[in-house]
T-cell receptor, first 109, second 114 residues
């Protein structure tokens, strides 16, 4: 079983839709959770960083962590064509980062 | 502007040659990392460094070497012993101890072995 599971998609939505991206994990020691956005042939860009459980909001982006279910989510409101990218989840227990394989998102104008 | 730079952006290598990928950061971060990204496999850790003159192997260190002579610089050498070196290589850095804080990535180097 992989440490982190992420549906690769691809996911295609119309402009303005709410997007939900998810990752599940198996290691209950994870306490640092991140979401990155990666455009084609570019390095990942940090979107959200969350420590332990709870929600965090930043503009159109909301990150949720449910440690009891070992499940994290990233919500994108009012999605824009510029949000079209691959989204990577990442998490750590403090000893190593584990990355999901990424979900490819396309927002159609 | 603070950030991480990687060079070159594209690199072509003949089989049997060693190549060195550059990574520089001006964020004053202590920890630096090298990852390899292949389609469908996510990011895999090659090496990381917590401090100058100290570095540790990651999950896929075989065929790679690194040095950390300056806080700002963490070059990666892909040796001829690496059996499948064609990939996208990403350098990252973070503040404080490794794996405790968010990592910031450079733009990447795409290496192709001919």
């Amino acid at each position: 079983q992989k440490e982190v599971e992420q549906d690769p998609g691809p996911l295609s939505v119309p402009e303005g839709a709410i997007v939900s991206l998810n990752c599940t994990y198996s290691n209950s020691a994870f306490q640092y959770f991140m979401w990155y956005r990666q455009y084609s042939r570019k390095g990942p860009e940090l979107l959200m960083y969350t420590y332990s459980s709870g929600n965090k909001e930043d503009g159109r982006f909301t990150a949720q962590v449910d440690k009891s279910s070992k499940y994290i989510s990233l919500f994108i409101r009012d999605s824009q064509p510029s949000d079209s990218a691959t989204y990577l989840c990442a998490m750590s227990s403090g000893n190593q980062f584990y990355f999901g394989t990424g979900t490819s998102l396309t927002v159609i104008p | 502007d603070g950030g991480i730079t990687q060079s070159p952006k594209y690199l072509f290598r003949k089989e049997g040659q060693n190549v060195t990928l550059s990574c520089e950061q001006n964020l004053n971060h202590d920890a630096m990392y090298w990852y390899r990204q292949d389609p469908g496999q996510g990011l895999r850790l090659i090496y990381y460094s917590q401090i100058v003159n100290d570095f540790q192997k990651g999950d896929i260190a075989e065929g790679y070497s690194v040095s950390r002579e300056k806080k700002e610089s963490f070059p990666l050498t892909v040796t001829s012993a690496q059996k499948n070196p064609t990939a996208f290589y990403l350098c990252a850095s973070s503040i404080g101890p490794p794996f405790r804080n968010e990592q910031f990535f450079g733009p990447g180097t795409r290496l192709t072995v001919l």
